[in-house]
C-alpha cells in the first residue's frame, strides 16, 4: 500500500506542477487580491479536486464514463461557466481604471466564502476531473485493497501536493507583491487570466473525450 501511494504520488506531483486551470486562478488571485482570497481558491480547488477522488473510489464517477449524456451535461454546465467567468475578468480589465477599482472593491467584499466557492465550482464542473481519476485509479489500488479506502488516500496525497503547489505560488508572487499591485499589471493579470478561463472553456464545450 505504501509503495502504491508513493508511485501515485510521483505522478499526481508531475501533473500538478503542469500550469493550468487551477494554477491560473490561483495565481491570479494571489496577484489580484490578497493571500486570503489566494489561499480560500487554492482550498476550494483542493476541495473540489477531494470530492472527485472519493467519489471516482466508490465508483460514482463511473456513470459520466458509462454515460454519454451526464458527461455532456456536466461537460455544457462547466463549459458555460468557465466561459462566463473568464469573459467577467476580461470585460473588468478592459475597464477604465476607476470602474476596475470599484469592481475589485466589490469582489474582495465577498469574502473568503467566495474565493472557496469559486475554486470548489471551477473543478466540481469539470467531467475531466472525474475521468482522470476513474483512469488513474486502478492502477495504483494494490489487488484486495478497500477501493474506497485507497482511493481517498490518493485523493488526499493529491490534495496536499496541490496545496503545496499553491503554497509555493501564493508566497512567491507575494515576494513580488509590489511590482504585481500596480494597476497595469492587475488588469493584465486578468485579461490574461480570463482569456485562459474561455479557452479552457471552449476545449471542454468541443471535447469529444
Not at 82 to 88: E, I, N, S, Y
Not at 96 to 106: H, I, S
Not at 148 to 153: F, R, S, V, Y
Not at 171 to 179: L, S, V, Y
Given at each position: 500500500m505504501l509503495h502504491a501511494l508513493l508511485s501515485f504520488a510521483v505522478v499526481a506531483g508531475l501533473l500538478t506542477v503542469v500550469p493550468g486551470l487551477d494554477t491560473a486562478l490561483v495565481l491570479r488571485a494571489a496577484v489580484g487580491r490578497d493571500r486570503r482570497y489566494a489561499?480560500?481558491?487554492?482550498?476550494?480547488?483542493?476541495?473540489?479536486?477531494l470530492i472527485w477522488g472519493v467519489a471516482a473510489a466508490a465508483g460514482i464517477t463511473v456513470l459520466l464514463s458509462a454515460s454519454e449524456m451526464a458527461y455532456t451535461a456536466l461537460r455544457i454546465v462547466g463549459a458555460i461557466y468557465?466561459?462566463?467567468?473568464?469573459?467577467?475578468m476580461v470585460r473588468g480589465a478592459l475597464r477604465?481604471?476607476?470602474?476596475?477599482?470599484?469592481?475589485?472593491?466589490?469582489e474582495v467584499s465577498g469574502g473568503v466564502v467566495r474565493a472557496w466557492a469559486r475554486g470548489l465550482g471551477t473543478n466540481l464542473l469539470n467531467p475531466k476531473v472525474g475521468v482522470f481519476y476513474?483512469?488513474?485509479?486502478p492502477q495504483f489500488i494494490p489487488a484486495g485493497s478497500s477501493h474506497?479506502?485507497?482511493?481517498?488516500?490518493m485523493a488526499t496525497v493529491h490534495n496536499?501536493?496541490?496545496l503545496i503547489w499553491f503554497t509555493a505560488i501564493i508566497?512567491?508572487?507575494?515576494?513580488?507583491?509590489?511590482?504585481l499591485n500596480r494597476d497595469g499589471v492587475r488588469r493584465a493579470s486578468d485579461a490574461i487570466t480570463g482569456t485562459v478561463l474561455v479557452a479552457f472553456g471552449l476545449?471542454?464545450?468541443?471535447d469529444r473525450r
Open positions: 489561499f480560500a481558491t487554492a482550498v476550494g480547488v483542493g476541495s473540489g479536486t468557465l466561459v462566463w467567468m473568464g469573459l467577467g477604465r481604471r476607476g470602474a476596475a477599482v470599484g469592481a475589485e472593491t466589490v476513474m483512469a488513474m485509479l474506497l479506502l485507497m482511493g481517498t488516500a496536499i501536493e496541490g508566497c512567491a508572487a507575494g515576494f513580488a507583491r509590489t511590482w476545449d471542454l464545450a468541443f
